[in-house]
């Protein structure tokens, strides 16, 4: 029996949609658990105005309500009703933030987007939150996406990275000025929107993931949507743009398509508004058409496909219909006078949490902040006066004598080139995510946080030199290797500055126990990767009682660092014992490590296929299968080693790299190493609740920093990889 496409929703009479005003031709349905949408909308009210400290001047009763339905019934009409309400929840905080940078200057727009940008960046942290406000955001919005990936782990982390991959671009601009044309515009406007993630969202909220392939087949009729909904919502937010940038003694920020037209087409406000007008029924023509030619040309297309093509129209429908009713855009709108006109329930608005029977727990107010510094050089290094010399002549073209070579100085930048380089490139971000959780229990003020965010991220950036020379790791993060391109030498000695560099940074916290800190930590690190390069060098394999030691030295020194350092800094006098969190995350962090360079697809295309083998290495896995396995398979093993420490050491070929991953599945290595990170993950959960518990204050960034990590198995009858 075939399923049913409108399971979650019901049609509007088209007749009344018209009486109200609205102009579209498509079909207008509404989510029939309307009320879990507004109760999620009163959630982030209350969460708001607790995690902001008291602010709701832009919050209200919420954003997305009105008394024709909520915005996100209409977006999400197909939802399933345990994911309509997260939906509504992250939906409704884009719309806060819309609302407040639309107050203010360009500048402070920017800001107010800067944080906002920081706040989305949920789990890969592209530099420390730089205001308070991003910090408090975040936290508001870890809450959401840990829901989100509790409940659907695969599509729930597909979201967090579209938002972090395909909304974190310029949200703002000052006007239309820069456009050429309108679909420059309307290119801007779908990116600004975030239209990318939107279709991830409705893909979440029907349960199901939507590939490339999809949307590639897909995207006639989204294109045709899109561009319908972004001049709808220009045409219907006109006013209010208007009226806000008249606010300003400069001129306004309106980024409106009727702006865009009044002044590239001369055309007054009324004939450009109706131009505007008309184009949106003309995108809704070209959906329907583009929908019908798909339907012709596919006509086996499966039923998740024929779903989200109906459902696509039924957006643009009711996005408008909302928009035209709304009192974010109709401040003077008047109440429905009958209930139930438009078989829309009346709302309720008493709920916290998004679905009935989800508890909330009680948020506190904390403070979470810290903008890093960059290294750079210093006020009194550099060329003399920002002159160079060449062959005895200034850049100024004066000669020099001997007796005046000692006034030459030269500048950092042979020093701070490598270390600029492995900046450069992309990162995880654990380290930083984590001291921000941290931070949650422990309050660390946002100066000296800032501190021991960039301490942390230069000690684990020169490690990672290091470790790509001593090992002769070609890649990293998918990209050239330091060494290569800088050479070993000069690697070396930049690696080895920043340990100057983390030191200087120490010093400036002027607080004595944070040295002490840092030099025993270091000495910790340098411990364990003696250990690690022994056992390779000798080819002798650790027991997993050493193995452990040796992370919880190598691994875990640099997370114990920071929560030492935090502790030492935190005004709050605790007696809470978080070092077992942060050494099961540094045992998970190496694990996963060992596991993903094996098993996960990403990791080959960063830093090559088995790459661990290359080296030699006594990763967790080999560690295992060895133990495990007959005297037979640990000659295959070793002997392989033993070839690649050979003098013309070379990559081992795929075909023996191939040969010892038969040997750990032979042994039951690779499931007993997901096994092991399975532990590891239900522990740091059980000591995440203590603390929460002991604290009073739950952590969503911990937890969803987590979720973040998790490794699923390999699906079955795929490819046996991780993606």
């Known amino acids: 029996m075939e399923e049913e496409i409108w399971v979650h929703s019901r049609q509007l009479d088209p007749e009344e949609v018209r009486k109200t005003g609205c102009f579209t ?11 879990i949408a507004d109760s999620a909308t009163q959630r982030l009210a209350v969460e708001w105005a607790e995690i902001m400290e008291g602010d709701r001047s832009k919050v209200g009763l919420g954003k997305t309500c009105s008394d024709y339905g909520n915005y996100c019934s209409y977006l999400y009409p197909e939802s399933k009703p345990e994911r309509l309400g997260l939906m509504t929840y992250l939906t409704e905080m884009a719309f806060i933030h819309d609302d407040v940078a639309e107050d203010m200057d360009f500048d402070g727009a920017m800001e107010e987007h800067n944080a906002f940008a920081q706040a989305l960046d949920v789990v890969e942290d592209r530099g420390p939150a730089k205001t308070e406000r991003a910090s408090k955001m975040k936290k508001l919005l870890a809450q959401a996406t840990l829901e989100c990936v509790k409940l659907d782990h695969e599509v729930g982390m597909e979201i967090v990275d579209a938002y972090r991959k395909k909304w974190l671009v310029d949200m703002d601009i ?3 000025e820069t456009f050429q044309t309108l679909d420059d515009y309307l290119a801007f406007r779908r990116a600004n929107a975030g239209a990318p993630a939107f279709w991830v969202m ?12 999809d949307y590639e087949i897909m995207k006639p009729v989204m294109n045709a949507g899109e561009k319908s909904m972004l001049l709808m919502n220009d045409y219907y937010s006109w006013q209010k743009e208007y009226e806000a940038s008249s606010k300003f003694k400069r001129p306004g920020r309106i980024v409106n398509a009727i702006e865009f037209l009044m002044r590239e087409e001369s055309l007054s406000m009324e004939a450009a508004k109706q131009k505007v007008k008309n184009l949106i029924l003309e995108y809704e023509d070209l959906c329907i058409l583009e929908k019908t030619k798909l339907y012709k040309n596919n006509p086996s297309l499966p039923f998740h496909l024929r779903k989200l093509l109906e459902v696509c129209g039924c957006v643009v429908a009711g996005a408008h219909f909302w928009s035209a009713n709304a009192p974010r855009y109709n401040s003077r709108k008047t109440k429905i006078e009958e209930e139930g006109t438009l078989g829309v329930t009346p709302l309720k608005r008493d709920g916290r949490s998004f679905k009935e029977d989800t508890k909330q727990c009680p948020t506190k107010r904390r403070k979470i902040q810290g903008p890093g510094t960059k290294i750079r050089p210093s006020a009194d290094s550099g060329s003399q006066n920002g002159n160079v010399v060449v062959n005895g002549t200034t850049t100024e073209g004066k000669k020099i004598g001997v007796l005046n070579l000692d006034t030459v100085a ?24 984590l001291v921000e959780a941290l931070n949650i229990w422990l309050l660390v003020p946002e100066k000296p946080l800032a501190v021991i965010k960039e301490i942390i991220s230069v000690l684990h950036n020169s490690s990672l030199i290091l470790d790509d020379i001593e090992d002769d790791s070609p890649l990293r993060r998918g990209k050239t290797s330091t060494h290569i391109i800088f050479g070993p030498a000069q690697s070396t000695n930049s690696a080895n500055f920043l340990y100057v560099s983390a030191a200087r940074s120490i010093l400036s916290l002027e607080h004595p126990e944070t040295l002490v800190i840092l030099l025993e930590e270091l000495q910790s690190i340098f411990t364990g990767q003696s250990w690690d390069l022994y056992w390779k060098y000798n080819l002798i394999c650790p027991t997993e009682a050493e193995y452990f030691s040796m992370v919880d030295q190598k691994t875990g020194a640099l997370f114990r660092m920071l929560l030492r350092l935090m502790q030492s ?6 007696t809470h014992n978080i070092e077992p969190l942060v050494r099961l995350m540094g045992r998970y962090f190496q694990i996963r490590d ?14 090559g296929f088995c790459e661990d083998l290359d080296e030699g290495k006594f990763s967790y896995p080999i560690v295992h299968c060895l133990s495990v396995s007959p005297p037979s398979t640990k000659n295959i093993i070793l002997g392989l080693f033993r070839r690649h420490k050979s003098p013309t050491q070379q990559p081992l070929p795929v075909e023996s790299k191939l040969q010892i991953l038969a040997c750990m599945k032979q042994s039951g290595t690779l499931e007993a190493t997901l096994g092991m990170l399975k532990e590891l993950e239900g522990e740091a959960e059980r000591v995440i609740g203590v603390l929460e518990e002991e604290t009073g204050e739950q952590n969503p960034m911990m937890r969803l920093l987590l979720e973040g990590l998790r490794v699923q198995p390999p699906k079955q009858g795929g490819s046996g990889k991780v993606e």
Do not use: W
């Open 569 to 574: 800094l935190s005004p709050l006098v605790s």
């Open 410 to 433: 030269l500048d950092l930048t042979a020093l701070l080139s490598p270390c600029t380089y492995i900046q450069s490139l992309p990162s995880k971000g654990v380290r930083s995510s």
């Open 594 to 607: 060992d596991y993903m360079n094996l098993q996960s697809s990403v990791y080959s295309q960063q830093k």
């Open 174 to 176: 000052p006007n239309t």
């Open 202 to 213: 409705i893909g979440y909220s029907h349960g199901h993931k939507f590939t490339d392939e």
């Open 25 to 35: 031709n498509l079909p207008v349905r509404v989510n029939k658990r309307d009320d």
